[in-house]
């Protein structure tokens, strides 16, 4: 079956710690990005990646940081820096860039901070 | 900046109504605008979407509406059941990314 996996499908991040929430598709496409969804509002763009070693903030990306070495994976690291990490995290892809073409969501990570 | 609003925030209807979800957008220069659906807990998953020279798209008993020029778009729902019952969200698209409105909650009641 082709689609978007995430792991794992809850998280617990302690003081100071940095964790890392996975996502791989298997959809072979080109762009994929990161969303943060807290209750209330709407998705808020963290990170996207159009093509593989190429990687841009989006709207919250402080507290983040991403990497796109491989084709079907792009990893989001949650750092100490972020100070109110607790969200609903969303891993998205799309056949070309985000603008243009329909984007395809994983089943996302709860993040929870002890 | 584009901002993407959607009125209502909650919606609760008899089974078998026919329903519309309302979405509004500021910046009309926008490439497609999309509808999902996302259950509690979920991912999204895509509904429809409708490119920026188009007026409208349909999909079984789901039907949205693009008007540029007002800057609103429709999702409109015929004979409702209750498997409808989910949020529903707009996106319009920019160049890279898309911006979403808060969604309505549906409830269709059996």
């Known amino acids: 079956d082709g689609g978007i996996t995430q792991s794992p499908k809850y998280l617990f991040r302690k003081e100071g710690q940095n964790v890392t929430l996975s996502c791989e598709q298997n959809l072979n496409h080109d762009a994929m990005y990161w969303y943060r969804q807290d209750p209330g509002q709407g998705l808020r763009l963290i990170y996207y990646?159009?093509?593989?070693?190429?990687?841009q903030k989006g709207d919250i990306a402080e507290g983040y940081s991403v990497s796109r070495e491989k084709k079907e994976s792009f990893p989001l690291t949650v750092t100490s820096a972020q100070k109110n990490p607790t969200a609903f995290y969303l891993c998205?892809?799309?056949?070309?860039?985000?603008?243009?073409?329909?984007?395809?969501f994983g089943p996302g990570t709860r993040l929870l901070v002890l | 900046k584009q901002e993407v609003t959607q009125i209502p925030a909650a919606l609760s209807v008899p089974e078998g109504e026919n329903l519309v979800l309302n979405c509004s957008f500021t910046?009309?220069?926008?490439?497609?605008l999309q509808w999902f659906r996302q259950d509690p807990g979920k991912g999204l998953t895509s509904l429809l979407l409708?490119?920026?020279?188009?007026r409208e798209q349909t999909s079984g008993r789901l039907n949205a509406s693009l008007d540029k020029s007002s800057g609103r778009s429709t999702l409109y729902i015929a004979a409702s059941q209750p498997g409808d019952s989910a949020t529903y969200l707009c996106a319009g698209a920019g160049s890279y990314q898309l911006t979403f409105g808060k969604g309505t909650k549906l409830s269709v009641i059996p």
């Open positions: 998205a892809s799309s056949i070309g860039p985000g603008g243009h073409e329909t984007q395809y």
């Open positions: 409708i490119q920026s020279s188009q």
């Open positions: 910046d009309s220069a926008i490439y497609n």
């Open positions: 990646s159009q093509i593989v070693n190429d990687f």
